[in-house]
């Protein structure tokens, strides 16, 4: 059931915030996460104050894990090793508000008045409650809180308790360590989940406090990683705390005194934490460090404007005649883009970011193929960031090159420090598609952003060691053609195939780039090689179907029985994997991804009968896929089915579509709702020789506009019916391509008159029984 849709009186439609005006019990877990704040180094879900009103609370640092031994029922030569999982660092989002004797919680008292927000335009959570309290007094709490951004491990919060007349106020403020608190391991049942240690992960080090200040640090038992955590108190009265408690799981600081009417008390709570290379040193005290990180209150406030007010200037995208509700939701998942990127610095990117503790925290493909478009083309600097992360994984990776029998780098599916952590090869390690994705985003990054050094440098290094392995992987069969055999696409329900057509269209482009680099590291003989694979490598094609195939076998399987019912979805939780392996069914798209991204190396006609083809028989179950069936549905001219995917995507979490919104944002998919809008409704498309519009705007919408920072310039991009504006805001001017035709843009808006699309025909293949209907979003990525 639709959660934010479903009740427009609880959750309006504004269009700059996300705000809840009643409380009702349910879903507190998933409104966590909607309402979780971030800045991509530091995150802290949306839970209430109160220990009875919150349902999965924490705080996350991107990056700080915990290890373990994985136990392999039956191990067998190169399985992952590492176990690697993402810590509840110890969260300082706790309060007790009792008022004379009643311990105020929405699950037992007496609500009059209920407002909860999140402000996209200024990334501050605020939530207000009036308690009707059986001593008579009218009680309103205002919780107020905000990460820092030039301050990355600071967090703001202010606690304000007013009365309409005298009462005895008791108010403990803590710090929780939920990394140790006994939990129920919801991956047992669902692999989406992320699972829990068995025995103690926090051991203390520092447990210092007194008169209201806390110093505490932390090292996690086998990673030995450290983290560290300074907490500030003041009040408004000047209020001496009652106590100071202070305790390797829960350390508290404690008020008590009277508040009449005219004298509300405020309580601010400055936090800060060191986490990481800084205070892995033995002899660095992690709380000190933090403690120099310490900023009031009011500062993070100030910070936290201060970045959105900058963010907005070139990241907004404003749709028009889409509706408030749409435009609430697209500013959503762009709030959540910057929540989950904007200060991570050299480090990946979670595929919950820092929301919650979903997939484990670990790093996959998704950050190059989905959000590194984004950061691309909003903050190359962080885009470079991430890739000199990946860079800095390259010794590791050439490891588990060898392990796998292949030369070059191999880099993991799945990880947080480099090492493999996917325990199902199957559908992990088999998926040798990250390196194209790595080099995919590497060659973007150069093109848009003309960046010779990282070029001659680590981008360099990443396409040429990536190349290497595709070259050792594949080989060339006797029908003179290049192979590659052995390998999962991203359609996780067809796996370990021969020649899958987006890994294979994939590598050949590794394997092209990496050779027309001009590096000293590249002999003619090697260059060589990689021009002859990528010239003869082999691209499935079903001629009685007419359509590519998705690997050497695909239209051999069985179809699947689309009159399973709808309780069987996802079917990776109802079906083993064997079931799902044999037969022509997709968890997400996988052919039709490979024309996007690869766009020039396709027709018209191949993609239009493509996507005829694996649209209907793709279930959903993933949340990588509705935006790129969105996309392809623009370009093909389905401009019916590409809004209904689009909406699909914009509302997976905020209508918690996949049922595991509580486990996190599924950052990789807000990526995806913003090369939507950027490729599918404006049809950009990048890394040829200059950037290509095909605008496809929805009849319904009257206008689309956003910015792009593309090789030093601020382009502005404005659709209306009919037409795209094209103004550079800053820089030189642009040479562009609209439906082929050269423009050459500057600070003069250049007008293109556009024609409509002709909706094409419908492809009519063989029948069969029924298949998935295009509003069905089932599962998860």
């Not at 936290?304 to 995208?317: G, K, M, N, P």
């Not at 994984?393 to 952590?421: C, H, Q, Y």
């Not at 499935?540 to 179809?559: C, G």
């Not at 049922?659 to 409704?681: E, K, M, P, Y």
């Amino acid at each position: 059931m639709a959660l934010l849709t479903a009740d427009r009186e609880r959750f309006p439609d504004t269009p700059w915030q996300l705000l809840e005006t009643r409380h009702e019990a349910g879903n507190a877990g998933s409104l966590e996460t909607l309402f979780a704040l971030g800045n991509g180094h530091l995150g802290v879900r949306g839970a209430h104050w109160a220990a009875a009103d919150a349902e999965l609370p924490g705080s996350f640092i991107n990056g700080l894990h915990e290890i373990w031994d994985i136990k392999h029922a039956e191990n067998a030569f190169g399985f992952a090793r590492t176990g690697q999982r993402i810590l509840y660092i110890p969260d300082a989002n706790n309060f007790t508000v009792v008022v004379d004797g009643e311990n105020l919680s929405l699950a037992e008292s007496e609500v009059l008045g209920y407002r909860r927000s999140v402000d996209f335009a200024t990334g501050i959570y605020e939530c207000r409650i009036t308690w009707q309290c059986r001593s008579g007094a009218v009680v309103t709490t205002t919780e107020r809180r905000a990460v820092g951004f030039a301050s990355r491990g600071s967090l703001g919060i202010s606690l304000e308790v007013a009365t309409d007349r005298l009462v005895s106020l008791d108010v403990t403020s803590s710090v929780v360590n939920r990394q140790d608190q006994p939990v129920e391991d919801h991956s047992v049942h669902d692999p989406r989940r992320a699972g829990r240690h068995a025995g103690r992960v926090l051991l203390p080090l520092r447990m210092d406090g007194g008169d209201g200040s806390l110093r505490m640090s932390w090292e996690a038992a086998e990673s030995k990683q450290r983290v560290g955590i300074a907490v500030d108190h003041w009040t408004s009265a000047g209020q001496q705390p009652f106590e100071t408690v202070v305790d390797q799981d829960d350390s508290s600081v404690r008020y008590v005194l009277a508040v009449d009417a005219d004298e509300p008390f405020r309580l601010e709570k400055s936090v800060s934490y060191a986490a990481g290379r800084a205070v892995q040193d033995p002899d660095i005290d992690a709380a000190e460090v933090a403690e120099a990180g310490l900023r009031p209150v009011q500062e993070v406030f100030a910070e936290s404007e201060a970045h959105y007010r900058s963010y907005w200037a070139t990241s907004d995208i404003v749709v028009e005649g889409g509706g408030p509700g749409l435009q609430q939701a697209i500013r959503w998942n762009l709030f959540q883009l910057a929540q989950a990127t904007a200060r991570a610095d050299v480090a990946g990117i979670p595929a919950k970011g820092v929301t919650g503790s979903g997939y484990e925290g670990h790093y996959f493909w998704d950050q190059e193929v989905y959000l590194l478009p984004y950061l691309t083309y909003t903050n190359p600097d962080g885009a470079r960031q991430v890739l000199e992360f990946r860079h800095g994984m390259l010794p590791e990776a050439k490891i588990r090159a060898k392990e796998l029998s292949v030369d070059g780098a191999l880099f993991p599916w799945r990880t947080i420090n480099g090492l493999e952590a996917s325990a199902y090869y199957a559908a992990g390690t088999a998926q040798f598609h990250i390196a194209a994705a790595i080099a995919f985003a590497t060659n973007r990054y150069l093109w848009a952003t003309g960046d010779e050094a990282f070029r001659e440098g680590m981008g360099a290094e990443l396409l040429i060691e990536t190349a290497r392995m595709w070259i050792s992987l594949g080989f060339f069969g006797k029908d003179g053609l290049f192979h590659i055999h052995g390998v999962t696409g991203p359609d996780e329900y067809t796996a370990v195939v021969n020649d899958n057509l987006y890994t294979n269209v994939m590598a050949r482009f590794n394997l092209r780039a990496a050779a027309a680099l001009d590096h000293a590291g590249i002999t003619q003989e090697e260059r060589q090689l990689w021009e002859a694979a990528a010239n003869r490598v082999q691209l499935p094609f079903d001629d009685r179907m007419q359509v590519h195939s998705q690997d050497n076998d695909f239209m051999t399987l069985e179809a699947w029985d689309w009159t399973t019912p709808r309780s069987k979805y996802p079917l990776l939780l109802h079906f083993h994997p064997l079931v799902i392996y044999r037969h022509q069914v997709l968890k997400q798209a996988d052919t039709v991804l490979a024309m996007f991204l690869q766009w020039q190396e396709f027709t018209a006609e191949e993609k239009h009968r493509a996507f005829d083809f694996y649209d209907p028989i793709t279930t959903g179950d993933s949340t990588l896929s509705a935006c790129v069936q969105g996309i392809m549905a623009a370009e093909v001219g389905y401009s019916k089915e590409a809004l209904e995917h689009f909406t699909n995507a914009a509302f997976i979490d905020l209508n918690d579509t996949h049922g595991n919104t509580i486990d996190g944002v599924h950052i990789a998919s807000t990526g995806g709702v913003w090369s939507s809008l950027v490729c599918g409704f404006a049809g950009m498309r990048d890394q040829g020789p200059v950037p290509f519009f095909d605008p496809r705007l929805p009849a319904e919408w009257e206008g689309l506009a956003f910015h792009l920072k593309i090789r030093g310039r601020l382009l502005l991009v404005q659709l209306t019916p009919g037409a795209i504006t094209l103004t550079v805001q800053s820089g030189e001017p642009l040479e562009v391509d609209v439906r082929g035709r050269r423009f050459v843009v500057g600070a003069e808006a250049v007008r293109v008159p556009l024609e409509p699309v002709a909706e094409p025909e419908r492809t009519v293949f063989p029948s069969g029984l029924p298949t998935a209907s295009i509003p069905v979003v089932r599962g998860n990525s």
